[in-house]
């Protein structure tokens, strides 16, 4: 139900950029880069804690969702380019700058950014929300961003001193903590108390995919791993062992679940976070982690 | 006056985002991408069209301004990259990937993307513009995404039978187009009549950056030129010569200047279209295009 909602609105904003005039190879990209199996982890959970909050434009919050998606995708697409991870396999399928050429790739990244931003204002119009427009985008914007959003945590990787806490929260967590705020902004309720949930779902996902790229087989995870090995990049596997890694998941779940504030869809919400969480470990690991 | 608007306004924005947090790195190539002796032609533009309308929320239309700036910049250093241009002179400057590399310089343009819609969405809140909001950042994202944005016209570059319309519309035009339209919207009035200005002047703009491209000394330009030979894409030199180019420029700016809707500021802004104008025109061919 939440996943064809999202779907629908992936698909109403890719459909708008494929749309008359369109370079054809760029369409295809585009799509390529949006409807690739991805598990559509953050857009859930925006429209998930937009449901906790009443739910009342459902149409703009879907369309927020959708947004964050799109930029997790940009950030997928640059993240795979030669000039940073150079990884030809994402969910078992070779890579946009792989299938399309690097020009089209960075090209696929801007646009899916600035498609962003559009299908939120173009859905705050149609869906009455215009009020809730500017405090999502600048919800979204600090999300990605700099100096603390997605783009910064990806520049730390270039920084010949590395903050790892820092580096962390920015790459992952603050997309997280952008899904969430901006589900709640969304159905117009204060994003404020939303924060913690989305820190902490953000940290537990940085180490399951810790684990995931430290564990797994390329042919599990369906993308390269052993990657921040090779490139010397922080990681909690690294840091603590699979064990203590193992602890730090389960602790950062259990405080998400602590964190959903108090509201109308609270324990349903609890519940969907718990079942998410269950299939955050590594399948090789699933029954130690369960 | 007006470029100290510009300037303060998109000081205001890189201040943002290279705050606390920010990898020190990539806070220097986003001040360096954006404060490097840039023109600043599309913000006075949208400034001066915004002025022209009446300007009852300097602030926001200056935000505006700065946004569409932002993302020229970040064109560039995108464009510059070895993946498209391998450029690495820019206003007579190494470039933001010869400066910082290529990973840093792909985030700078990702982040001046994500920023220039945050600066429109901080700036509507401070200035009392909400109610603009939804449109602003429709024009402005319609001028750089898919399907007819700059990224689309960068992305014909890309394809096996490039439409060379589409191309230089979508590549050139539709930024200017942006800036227009969203000068006028930024002060409360209809964009629709401030299409045909930007379009003129675009086309101008494409005209004279060919003729540059064609005719200057690396020196004169700041940046390599004989790029469009070099890369075989399509230029108005190329199809017309030299005399039919400035001819075809001329014509360009003609019609802008004829398409200046009636307004209040309307004498002033054909003023300044022409002295504009004047300076388009590579310097070794001044005296002829005057």
């Known amino acids: 139900m939440t996943l064809s909602r999202i779907e629908l609105a992936l698909e109403a904003a890719v459909g ?15 799509r390529y880069a949006v409807f690739s199996g991805g598990a559509r982890v953050r857009p859930r959970l925006c429209v998930a804690v937009a449901a906790a909050c009443g739910d009342d434009r459902p149409g703009f919050a879907d369309a927020t969702a959708a947004s964050v ?35 089209v790739a960075m090209l696929v990244g801007d646009g899916l950014i600035v498609l962003a931003f559009e299908t939120i204002a173009r859905a705050a119009v149609r869906c009455g929300a215009t009020e809730r427009l500017a405090r999502v985008i600048k919800i979204v914007a600090r999300g990605v961003g700099a100096p603390n959003g997605l783009v910064a945590g990806q520049a730390w990787e270039s920084e010949p001193v590395i ?7 920015a790459k992952t967590g603050a997309l997280f903590v952008a899904a969430t705020m901006a589900g709640a902004a969304a159905a117009g309720a204060d994003p404020t108390p939303w924060r913690a949930l989305g820190a902490h779902l953000g940290a537990a996902y940085q180490i399951a995919d810790d684990l995931l790229d430290a564990l797994s087989s ?28 193992l602890a730090r998941l389960r602790a950062q779940i259990e405080a998400a679940v602590a964190a959903v504030p108090d509201c109308a869809g609270a324990e349903d919400l609890r ?20």
Chains 1, 2 share one sequence.
């Not at 708008?16 to 585009?30: F, I, Q, S, T, Y």
């Not at 903050?163 to 929260?169: A, T």
């Not at 791993?225 to 603590?240: E, F, I, K, M």
Request: negative net charge; proline residues 8%; contains cysteine.
């Open 218 to 245: 390329s042919e599990d995870a369906g993308k390269p791993v052993g990657q921040d090995r090779a490139h010397d990049r922080p990681s909690a596997v690294h840091a603590l062992g699979v064990d203590g890694a």
């Open 16 to 30: 708008a950029a494929e749309g008359k005039g369109c370079p054809p190879e760029l369409a295809k990209a585009l």
């Open 69 to 103: 998606e799109l930029l997790h995708c940009a950030s997928l697409v640059h993240d795979d380019m030669p000039c940073f991870d150079n990884a030809s396999l994402r969910r078992a399928k070779p890579t946009v700058h792989v299938m399309f050429g690097e020009p």
């Open 271 to 290: 519940d969907l976070v718990r079942l998410q969480a269950a299939r955050l470990a590594p399948k090789s690991l699933a029954r130690t982690a369960a």
């Open 163 to 169: 903050d790892v806490d820092r580096y962390h929260e």
